[in-house]
Protein backbone atom coordinates (compact mmCIF):
# COMPACT_ATOMS: atom_id res chain seq x y z
CA UNK A 1 0.00 0.00 0.00
CA UNK A 2 0.81 3.15 -1.05
CA UNK A 3 1.98 5.75 2.28
CA UNK A 4 0.10 9.14 2.58
CA UNK A 5 2.78 11.64 1.57
CA UNK A 6 2.16 15.58 1.44
CA UNK A 7 2.89 17.15 -1.94
CA UNK A 8 3.54 20.54 -2.92
CA UNK A 9 2.58 20.99 -6.52
CA UNK A 10 3.64 24.36 -8.74
CA UNK A 11 2.33 25.06 -12.15
CA UNK A 12 0.77 28.20 -13.73
CA UNK A 13 -2.51 28.65 -12.81
CA UNK A 14 -4.33 29.83 -16.00
CA UNK A 15 -6.15 27.86 -18.42
CA UNK A 16 -3.21 26.24 -20.26
CA UNK A 17 -3.05 22.83 -20.28
CA UNK A 18 0.37 22.04 -18.20
CA UNK A 19 -2.31 23.85 -15.20
CA UNK A 20 -5.46 21.87 -15.65
CA UNK A 21 -3.04 18.50 -15.87
CA UNK A 22 -1.40 19.95 -12.65
CA UNK A 23 -4.92 20.63 -10.75
CA UNK A 24 -6.28 17.38 -11.67
CA UNK A 25 -3.53 15.42 -10.68
CA UNK A 26 -3.48 17.32 -7.16
CA UNK A 27 -7.45 16.44 -6.84
CA UNK A 28 -6.97 12.90 -8.02
CA UNK A 29 -3.89 12.59 -5.33
CA UNK A 30 -6.14 14.06 -2.31
CA UNK A 31 -8.58 11.89 -3.08
CA UNK A 32 -6.48 8.97 -2.36
CA UNK A 33 -5.35 10.29 1.03
CA UNK A 34 -2.37 12.09 0.16
CA UNK A 35 -2.43 16.08 1.57
CA UNK A 36 -2.11 18.28 -1.18
CA UNK A 37 -0.56 21.94 -1.28
CA UNK A 38 -0.47 24.63 -3.83
CA UNK A 39 2.05 26.98 -4.25
CA UNK A 40 0.90 29.49 -7.06
CA UNK A 41 0.87 32.82 -8.04
CA UNK A 42 -2.90 32.65 -7.41
CA UNK A 43 -5.86 29.57 -6.84
CA UNK A 44 -5.60 27.18 -10.26
CA UNK A 45 -8.95 27.86 -11.79
CA UNK A 46 -10.31 23.95 -11.51
CA UNK A 47 -10.19 24.43 -7.84
CA UNK A 48 -13.58 25.19 -6.10
CA UNK A 49 -12.38 25.37 -2.87
CA UNK A 50 -14.69 22.42 -1.44
CA UNK A 51 -11.96 19.98 -2.06
CA UNK A 52 -10.55 17.70 0.82
CA UNK A 53 -6.82 17.14 1.82
CA UNK A 54 -6.03 20.29 -0.27
CA UNK A 55 -4.52 23.71 0.49
CA UNK A 56 -3.76 26.58 -1.16
CA UNK A 57 -0.72 28.86 -0.85
CA UNK A 58 -0.24 32.15 -2.54
CA UNK A 59 3.04 33.43 -3.69
CA UNK A 60 3.20 37.14 -2.85
CA UNK A 61 5.92 38.52 -5.03
CA UNK A 62 7.14 42.02 -3.75
CA UNK A 63 7.07 45.12 -5.94
CA UNK A 64 9.64 47.36 -5.13
CA UNK A 65 10.49 50.55 -7.66
CA UNK A 66 14.58 49.21 -7.50
CA UNK A 67 13.03 46.16 -9.63
CA UNK A 68 12.08 46.77 -13.14
CA UNK A 69 10.61 42.82 -13.12
CA UNK A 70 9.48 41.56 -9.64
CA UNK A 71 11.33 38.66 -8.46
CA UNK A 72 9.01 35.86 -8.72
CA UNK A 73 11.52 33.15 -9.12
CA UNK A 74 12.59 33.88 -5.98
CA UNK A 75 9.46 34.61 -4.17
CA UNK A 76 8.92 31.28 -5.37
CA UNK A 77 11.27 29.33 -3.90
CA UNK A 78 10.95 31.58 -0.62
CA UNK A 79 7.48 30.08 -0.25
CA UNK A 80 7.80 26.76 -1.29
CA UNK A 81 10.49 26.26 1.65
CA UNK A 82 8.48 28.05 4.14
CA UNK A 83 5.20 25.41 3.32
CA UNK A 84 7.81 22.20 3.28
CA UNK A 85 8.74 23.03 6.04
CA UNK A 86 5.91 24.39 8.21
CA UNK A 87 3.44 21.23 7.13
CA UNK A 88 6.84 19.07 6.28
CA UNK A 89 6.08 18.59 2.88
CA UNK A 90 7.67 15.16 1.58
CA UNK A 91 8.34 16.17 -2.09
CA UNK A 92 7.58 19.22 -4.15
CA UNK A 93 6.32 18.72 -7.99
CA UNK A 94 7.02 21.14 -10.46
CA UNK A 95 4.83 21.30 -14.04
CA UNK A 96 7.83 23.37 -16.73
CA UNK A 97 11.57 23.33 -15.85
CA UNK A 98 11.67 27.19 -16.36
CA UNK A 99 11.46 28.86 -13.32
CA UNK A 100 9.53 25.97 -11.27
CA UNK A 101 12.31 23.98 -11.39
CA UNK A 102 15.22 26.06 -10.33
CA UNK A 103 12.64 27.54 -7.45
CA UNK A 104 12.51 24.15 -5.72
CA UNK A 105 16.58 23.19 -6.54
CA UNK A 106 16.27 26.97 -4.62
CA UNK A 107 14.36 25.85 -1.92
CA UNK A 108 15.92 23.10 -1.13
CA UNK A 109 19.34 24.04 -0.77
CA UNK A 110 17.43 26.67 2.13
CA UNK A 111 16.14 23.47 3.97
CA UNK A 112 19.26 21.66 3.79
CA UNK A 113 22.05 24.67 4.68
CA UNK A 114 19.94 26.13 7.56
CA UNK A 115 21.65 27.17 10.84
CA UNK A 116 19.84 25.29 12.81
CA UNK A 117 21.21 21.66 12.18
CA UNK A 118 18.53 19.72 13.62
CA UNK A 119 15.84 21.11 11.39
CA UNK A 120 17.99 20.46 8.39
CA UNK A 121 16.42 17.90 5.43
CA UNK A 122 16.57 17.10 2.21
CA UNK A 123 13.66 18.10 -0.07
CA UNK A 124 13.06 16.26 -3.43
CA UNK A 125 11.51 17.51 -6.43
CA UNK A 126 9.65 16.15 -9.51
CA UNK A 127 9.63 18.59 -12.82
CA UNK A 128 7.23 17.50 -15.21
CA UNK A 129 8.19 18.81 -18.93
CA UNK A 130 6.11 20.63 -21.33
CA UNK A 131 6.11 21.22 -24.49
CA UNK A 132 7.08 25.29 -23.23
CA UNK A 133 10.75 24.16 -21.97
CA UNK A 134 11.23 23.20 -25.48
CA UNK A 135 9.91 26.33 -26.87
CA UNK A 136 11.56 28.97 -25.17
CA UNK A 137 15.00 27.73 -25.58
CA UNK A 138 14.15 27.26 -29.27
CA UNK A 139 12.88 31.03 -29.11
CA UNK A 140 16.14 31.90 -26.91
CA UNK A 141 19.42 29.80 -26.52
CA UNK A 142 20.64 31.81 -23.78
CA UNK A 143 17.64 29.89 -21.79
CA UNK A 144 19.50 26.26 -22.45
CA UNK A 145 21.95 26.39 -19.53
CA UNK A 146 19.49 27.26 -16.80
CA UNK A 147 17.31 24.62 -18.24
CA UNK A 148 19.68 21.54 -18.45
CA UNK A 149 20.65 22.61 -14.72
CA UNK A 150 17.41 22.70 -13.51
CA UNK A 151 16.68 19.04 -15.40
CA UNK A 152 19.74 17.83 -13.97
CA UNK A 153 19.19 18.58 -10.77
CA UNK A 154 15.59 17.42 -10.29
CA UNK A 155 15.33 13.89 -8.16
CA UNK A 156 12.79 12.89 -11.12
CA UNK A 157 11.77 13.95 -14.31
CA UNK A 158 8.85 13.24 -16.20
CA UNK A 159 7.48 14.04 -20.01
CA UNK A 160 3.94 14.23 -21.25
CA UNK A 161 5.04 12.44 -24.61
CA UNK A 162 7.73 10.16 -26.39
CA UNK A 163 8.33 12.86 -28.71
CA UNK A 164 8.78 15.62 -25.82
CA UNK A 165 11.26 13.01 -24.10
CA UNK A 166 12.95 12.52 -27.03
CA UNK A 167 13.38 16.54 -28.01
CA UNK A 168 14.55 16.93 -24.50
CA UNK A 169 17.72 14.46 -24.76
CA UNK A 170 18.29 16.08 -28.18
CA UNK A 171 17.69 19.38 -27.02
CA UNK A 172 19.91 19.58 -23.49
CA UNK A 173 21.97 15.97 -23.88
CA UNK A 174 20.27 14.50 -21.04
CA UNK A 175 21.50 11.23 -20.03
CA UNK A 176 19.41 10.68 -16.97
CA UNK A 177 15.84 8.87 -17.40
CA UNK A 178 12.37 10.68 -18.48
CA UNK A 179 9.81 8.60 -17.55
CA UNK A 180 6.65 9.64 -19.99
CA UNK A 181 3.51 10.23 -18.21
CA UNK A 182 1.00 11.18 -20.96
CA UNK A 183 -2.19 14.05 -19.87
CA UNK A 184 -5.07 12.23 -18.66
CA UNK A 185 -8.63 12.56 -18.52
CA UNK A 186 -11.53 11.35 -16.93
CA UNK A 187 -13.72 9.86 -19.63
CA UNK A 188 -16.41 8.81 -16.77
CA UNK A 189 -17.30 12.54 -16.79
CA UNK A 190 -15.92 14.11 -20.01
CA UNK A 191 -18.21 11.55 -22.37
CA UNK A 192 -20.56 13.09 -24.99
CA UNK A 193 -24.15 12.11 -23.54
CA UNK A 194 -26.38 11.92 -26.83
CA UNK A 195 -29.88 13.66 -24.36
CA UNK A 196 -27.25 16.60 -23.19
CA UNK A 197 -26.11 17.14 -26.65
CA UNK A 198 -29.23 17.07 -28.26
CA UNK A 199 -30.64 19.64 -25.87
CA UNK A 200 -27.29 21.43 -26.14
CA UNK A 201 -26.40 21.87 -29.61
CA UNK A 202 -29.01 23.62 -31.12
CA UNK A 203 -27.51 26.56 -28.95
CA UNK A 204 -24.47 26.94 -31.12
CA UNK A 205 -25.32 25.75 -34.48
CA UNK A 206 -28.10 24.27 -36.16
CA UNK A 207 -28.92 20.88 -37.32
CA UNK A 208 -27.29 20.71 -40.52
CA UNK A 209 -24.13 23.08 -39.28
CA UNK A 210 -21.12 21.00 -38.66
CA UNK A 211 -19.16 22.42 -35.59
CA UNK A 212 -15.38 22.54 -35.12
CA UNK A 213 -13.98 22.86 -31.66
CA UNK A 214 -10.16 24.67 -30.41
CA UNK A 215 -9.23 24.70 -27.32
CA UNK A 216 -6.02 26.17 -26.13
CA UNK A 217 -4.14 28.86 -24.15
CA UNK A 218 -3.89 30.57 -27.61
CA UNK A 219 -0.07 31.39 -27.88
CA UNK A 220 1.89 31.06 -30.44
CA UNK A 221 2.83 28.02 -30.75
CA UNK A 222 -1.17 26.84 -30.86
CA UNK A 223 -1.13 28.16 -33.95
CA UNK A 224 -4.84 29.51 -33.88
CA UNK A 225 -4.70 32.07 -36.77
CA UNK A 226 -4.07 28.97 -38.61
CA UNK A 227 -7.46 27.51 -37.02
CA UNK A 228 -9.20 30.36 -38.26
CA UNK A 229 -7.72 30.25 -42.09
CA UNK A 230 -8.59 26.36 -42.17
CA UNK A 231 -12.31 26.97 -41.13
CA UNK A 232 -12.91 29.80 -42.99
CA UNK A 233 -11.82 27.40 -46.11
CA UNK A 234 -14.14 24.50 -44.67
CA UNK A 235 -17.19 26.97 -43.95
CA UNK A 236 -16.98 27.76 -48.02
CA UNK A 237 -17.06 24.11 -48.78
CA UNK A 238 -20.29 23.41 -46.66
CA UNK A 239 -22.67 24.84 -43.32
CA UNK A 240 -19.99 24.72 -40.09
CA UNK A 241 -19.20 26.93 -37.33
CA UNK A 242 -15.71 27.20 -35.26
CA UNK A 243 -15.88 27.07 -31.58
CA UNK A 244 -12.94 28.74 -30.03
CA UNK A 245 -12.49 27.82 -26.70
CA UNK A 246 -9.45 29.67 -23.78
CA UNK A 247 -7.68 32.91 -24.05
CA UNK A 248 -3.92 34.44 -24.55
CA UNK A 249 -1.90 36.39 -26.79
CA UNK A 250 -3.11 35.63 -29.91
CA UNK A 251 -6.91 36.02 -29.37
CA UNK A 252 -6.98 39.55 -30.62
CA UNK A 253 -5.50 38.66 -34.05
CA UNK A 254 -7.60 35.53 -34.53
CA UNK A 255 -10.33 37.83 -33.67
CA UNK A 256 -9.16 40.47 -36.32
CA UNK A 257 -8.62 37.28 -38.89
CA UNK A 258 -11.95 36.38 -38.62
CA UNK A 259 -13.56 39.67 -39.66
CA UNK A 260 -11.49 39.83 -42.54
CA UNK A 261 -11.97 36.25 -43.89
CA UNK A 262 -15.55 37.29 -43.39
CA UNK A 263 -16.34 34.35 -40.51
CA UNK A 264 -16.51 36.25 -37.62
CA UNK A 265 -20.18 35.58 -37.11
CA UNK A 266 -19.65 31.78 -37.27
CA UNK A 267 -17.42 32.19 -34.18
CA UNK A 268 -18.62 31.65 -30.57
CA UNK A 269 -16.84 30.86 -27.20
CA UNK A 270 -18.08 27.20 -26.16
CA UNK A 271 -19.68 24.15 -27.52
CA UNK A 272 -20.43 20.95 -27.80
CA UNK A 273 -18.51 20.21 -31.10
CA UNK A 274 -18.47 17.36 -33.58
CA UNK A 275 -14.49 17.29 -34.15
CA UNK A 276 -11.44 19.30 -32.73
CA UNK A 277 -8.87 20.79 -34.75
CA UNK A 278 -5.72 20.75 -33.22
CA UNK A 279 -2.58 22.53 -35.47
CA UNK A 280 -0.06 22.94 -32.45
CA UNK A 281 3.68 22.44 -33.16
CA UNK A 282 3.99 20.83 -29.68
CA UNK A 283 2.42 18.90 -27.14
CA UNK A 284 -0.27 17.27 -29.25
CA UNK A 285 0.86 13.67 -28.25
CA UNK A 286 -0.12 14.31 -24.63
CA UNK A 287 -3.43 16.29 -25.62
CA UNK A 288 -4.60 13.85 -28.05
CA UNK A 289 -4.08 10.95 -26.37
CA UNK A 290 -5.80 12.53 -23.13
CA UNK A 291 -8.93 11.61 -25.35
CA UNK A 292 -10.54 8.20 -25.74
CA UNK A 293 -11.86 8.54 -28.97
CA UNK A 294 -14.43 5.58 -28.40
CA UNK A 295 -15.81 7.13 -24.88
CA UNK A 296 -15.51 10.80 -25.62
CA UNK A 297 -16.68 10.23 -29.19
CA UNK A 298 -14.34 13.02 -30.68
CA UNK A 299 -12.83 13.27 -34.18
CA UNK A 300 -9.50 15.00 -34.35
CA UNK A 301 -7.94 16.86 -37.45
CA UNK A 302 -4.19 17.41 -36.47
CA UNK A 303 -1.39 18.71 -38.27
CA UNK A 304 0.12 16.14 -40.65
CA UNK A 305 3.64 17.52 -41.36
CA UNK A 306 4.08 17.41 -37.42
CA UNK A 307 5.04 14.37 -34.97
CA UNK A 308 1.70 14.38 -33.19
CA UNK A 309 0.52 12.78 -36.70
CA UNK A 310 1.30 9.47 -34.95
CA UNK A 311 -1.43 9.90 -32.59
CA UNK A 312 -4.08 10.11 -35.19
CA UNK A 313 -7.23 7.29 -35.61
CA UNK A 314 -6.28 4.80 -37.84
CA UNK A 315 -9.21 3.21 -38.21
CA UNK A 316 -8.87 0.15 -35.75
CA UNK A 317 -11.29 0.23 -32.85
CA UNK A 318 -9.57 1.99 -30.39
CA UNK A 319 -6.07 3.00 -31.83
CA UNK A 320 -4.74 5.65 -32.29
CA UNK A 321 -1.62 4.80 -34.50
CA UNK A 322 0.92 3.31 -31.72
CA UNK A 323 0.39 1.69 -28.34
CA UNK A 324 -2.17 3.06 -26.14
CA UNK A 325 -2.70 2.79 -22.44
CA UNK A 326 -6.26 1.52 -21.41
CA UNK A 327 -8.37 3.77 -20.10
CA UNK A 328 -8.38 3.32 -16.18
CA UNK A 329 -12.50 3.22 -16.15
CA UNK A 330 -12.50 -0.11 -17.98
CA UNK A 331 -10.03 -1.58 -15.62
CA UNK A 332 -11.98 -3.58 -13.30
CA UNK A 333 -11.86 -1.42 -9.79
CA UNK A 334 -10.01 -2.98 -6.72
CA UNK A 335 -12.12 -2.76 -2.89
CA UNK A 336 -9.77 0.12 -2.15
CA UNK A 337 -10.00 1.80 -5.33
CA UNK A 338 -11.58 5.22 -5.21
CA UNK A 339 -12.95 5.27 -8.10
CA UNK A 340 -15.18 2.18 -6.91
CA UNK A 341 -16.68 4.18 -4.40
CA UNK A 342 -20.07 5.98 -5.53
CA UNK A 343 -19.63 9.18 -4.00
CA UNK A 344 -16.01 9.72 -5.84
CA UNK A 345 -16.94 9.06 -9.00
CA UNK A 346 -16.25 12.19 -10.49
CA UNK A 347 -12.97 11.96 -9.94
CA UNK A 348 -10.65 12.61 -12.25
CA UNK A 349 -9.17 9.12 -13.42
CA UNK A 350 -5.14 8.45 -13.55
CA UNK A 351 -4.24 7.15 -16.91
CA UNK A 352 -0.84 6.42 -15.82
CA UNK A 353 1.15 4.65 -12.89
CA UNK A 354 1.00 7.68 -9.77
CA UNK A 355 4.16 9.06 -9.51
CA UNK A 356 3.39 9.35 -5.63
CA UNK A 357 5.07 5.95 -5.38
CA UNK A 358 8.47 7.89 -6.07
Request: glycine share 8%; proline share 6%; aromatic share 8%.
Amino acid sequence: MTPKRKIGITCYPTYGGSGVVATELGIELAARGHEVHFITSSAPFRLNGREANIHFHEVDVFRYPLFEHPPYDLALATRMAEVAEFYSLDLLHVHYAIPHSLSALLARQMLETQQDAARRRYLPFITTLHGTDITLVGLDRSYLPITQFGIEQSDGVTAISNYLRERTREAFNIQGEIEVIRNFVNCDVYVRVPTKVAAMRPRYASGEEKLLVHLSNFRPVKRILDVVEVFARVAKALPARLMMIGDGPDRSAAEHLAVRLGVADRSDADAIGDGVVWPGRAGGDGLLRAFDRDRCRWRFRADRRRPQRATLPTGRRGGYGQRRHRPAARRRPSPNDVRSRPQERQRPILLQPDYSAV
